[in-house]
């Protein structure tokens, strides 16, 4: 037997990746830059980093 993704509710994710979504965390500075702070989105649901204003993790 496969391992099941343990796939979210997809009204609990809003579209795009921003920080309206309740998942949204501020980037680790170290890992992509201060100054580059606003590029990235640490999803706390996935547990990886998506682009801000990309698709959804979830939705993809």
Request: proline share 5%.
């Amino acid at each position: 037997m496969g391992k099941k993704k343990n796939k979210p509710d997809d009204n609990e994710f809003p579209l795009f990746c921003d920080y309206t979504c309740k998942f949204a965390d501020f980037t680790n500075p170290e890992a992509i830059g201060a100054c580059r702070k606003d590029l990235a989105v640490w999803c706390k649901h996935f547990k990886r980093y998506n682009n801000k204003n990309n698709k959804c993790l979830a939705r993809k």
